[in-house]
């Protein structure tokens, strides 16, 4: 089974319910899709032992033979290739790779060059099999990165992932293919109105999901009422705790500390199967 | 005309919360929030939308079954997987790049426009407000917060504003990219947290890679004051102004609540007075005419 984890908005404590979750069940492979800012490997502290580039195809014009015709740069919608009357400029981080260039230069003298935008990151915490991506700092383009990632997905195990903030791309790459989503909130305002943004995403993509809300007793009740007039099932209340923040500001899994929580987690998992399986 | 982004690295460190004190302190800047696919900057500062524009991001590849062979030559060389095996267009995964209409045999794809989302220009009772809502799910933010920026920059000029503050999004991607090239400064709002800690690093690197200069908040930094002074000792060694610590305190949530800025629900709150100082430093800082 694959269980995504996102939100909408950030820091409502995806990564804390991935993690905890992660650790409360067995047979677990997590993988970190915020590749912008991973932050699941500060609470597991993995043995890595495999470290891989994650690059993207870019074109390299063989300017020789060029003749500056220009149906390249006219193609390109991102606007990653410049033609002048004397030369080819390409701006590879603008570059989507789609392979376009290639198909439309009538001479044929663009072949492609692998460009570095990330790294894939592998390892374990005792049981648990972890993988992660990194983001190049200055590259703009996240998703290459998470497909990597989630190339690594073991069908036969408990596969946790661990989605980035928002509601764009980045986000709809990770939970693709899931069988489950987890969308994680606070009740704020905020909270509230970035989770009917993913709750629209959802529909859209036919990903079942349910919610968990963190830091309960802040805030107004506005996202309960949300829930029960939408018939979206709460599936976890976490409460608002000085201690629970205090573990996270640390790095700690509450569940480690807290083992009431594994259970919970436990059950948590085994309703989202239970779910899954209707 | 200074432009000043408020950006974090990771999510849900309080950058909307005081980019909209900020909005109060700052008295006739414009705002600009480039948080396009999450904006909750409306929620505190009330906009009154006076114009809306269609954002056309991206283009959509369409199918003309009539003329479809079914081939699977588009199939093959679609990079995005956006192709279905029975050839059809998958919406979400199409990039709109036109490889398909290029490879097919018998001219059977053409590309048509869609609207990602839409852009606003707003009047709020603190200044003019350029914001935007990506659709849900769409991609090619950073083109939308691009086209945000225009228009703030525009209100700007229009109205002599000597300010703009964009309330950027988490992450350093696409739009948070889109948000910080070519501006006077990044203010990165972190918490005292593992996670705050690395999101700031990474946040950091993104400023220098694009030759930012930065400044650092500390939000809730009692919530764990030895990741603080860790915080603290490391944009020292760095040479980085922590322009403000603030504390935490749960009336931020209820002002949220609200749906007022802090320093206007609570002025006298501890939180307040010392958003108030750093609002103060970043004027300095900025050499900045008004405060």
């Not at chain 2, 609200?258 to 004027?283: L, R």
């Amino acid at each position: 089974m694959i269980v995504s984890i996102a939100s909408g908005k950030g820091g409502t404590g995806k990564t804390s319910v991935a993690v905890n979750m992660a650790l409360s069940i067995g047979n677990v492979q997590l993988l970190d899709c915020d590749v912008e800012e991973p932050n699941v490997h500060l609470f597991l502290h993995p043995d890595i032992n495999r470290v891989e580039p994650v690059s993207i195809l870019v074109p390299v014009v063989n300017e020789e033979l060029c003749d500056h015709c220009g149906k390249c740069a006219e193609f390109c919608r991102c606007n990653a290739i410049f033609v002048s009357s004397e030369r080819v400029l390409i701006f590879a981080e603008l570059c989507h790779s789609c392979g376009g260039c290639v198909l439309v230069c009538p001479r044929k003298v663009i072949t492609e060059e692998k460009h570095r935008i990330g790294t894939l990151k592998s390892g374990s915490a005792g049981d648990l099999e972890l993988v992660y991506g990194e983001l190049e700092i200055g590259e703009p383009m996240p998703i290459p990165v998470i497909k990597e990632v989630k190339r690594q997905i073991k069908k036969d195990r408990n596969v946790v992932l661990d989605s980035p903030p928002g509601t764009s791309c980045p986000v709809i790459e990770t939970v693709k293919g899931s069988d489950f989503c987890i969308l994680v909130t606070e009740p704020t305002p905020f909270g509230l109105h970035d989770l009917k943004i993913m709750v629209q995403v959802l529909d859209g993509m036919r990903t079942p999901f349910g919610i968990v809300v963190n830091r309960a007793g802040i805030g107004d009740k506005k996202v309960y009422e949300y829930c029960r007039e939408k018939n979206i099932p709460i599936l976890l209340e976490i409460p608002y705790q000085r201690k629970i923040a205090e573990l996270y500001s640390r790095g700690v899994p509450f569940s480690l500390e807290m083992p009431e929580w594994k259970e919970k987690f436990q059950t948590l998992f085994n309703e989202i199967r239970e779910l899954v399986s209707k | 005309m200074k432009q000043l982004t408020v950006l974090s690295g990771k999510g849900g460190t309080g950058k909307t919360t005081l980019t909209a004190s900020f909005a109060v302190l700052a008295k006739k800047a414009v705002l600009a929030d480039c948080d396009v696919d999450a904006p909750d900057l409306h929620m505190l500062l009330h906009p009154e939308i006076i114009r809306t524009q269609e954002f056309r991001g991206s283009k959509l590849a369409v199918i003309d079954d009539e003329k479809c062979t079914k081939c699977g030559l588009c199939r093959g060389k679609c990079r995005f997987d956006a192709i279905t095996e029975d050839i059809k267009v998958d919406p979400i995964a199409c990039e709109g790049c036109g490889v398909c209409a290029v490879v097919c045999p018998v001219n059977a794809i053409a590309l048509t426009e869609r609207i990602s989302g839409h852009a606003y220009i707003s009047k709020t009772k603190y200044g003019f407000m350029a914001h935007a809502m990506l659709s849900p799910g769409e991609a090619n933010s950073g083109k939308l917060v691009t086209l945000v920026r225009q228009n703030a920059k525009i209100l700007a000029e229009r109205e002599q504003g000597d300010l703009i503050i964009i309330d950027g999004s988490p992450g350093i991607g696409c739009p948070v990219i889109a948000s910080v090239t070519g501006i006077d400064a990044g203010l990165v709002v972190t918490e005292p947290t593992m996670s705050g800690i690395h999101d700031l690093e990474r946040a950091l690197q993104l400023l220098r890679h694009f030759s930012v200069p930065p400044f650092v908040c500390v939000n809730m930094y009692d919530i764990n004051e030895d990741n603080a002074r860790k915080i603290v000792d490391f944009c020292e060694e760095s040479k980085i102004e922590v322009v403000g610590k603030i504390p935490f305190n749960p009336i931020v949530t209820e002002a949220m609540v609200n749906g007022k800025p802090i320093v206007e629900h609570a002025s006298e709150s501890d939180v307040a007075k010392e958003t108030e100082k750093m609002w103060k430093n970043i004027v300095s800082a900025l050499k900045l005419g008004s405060g």
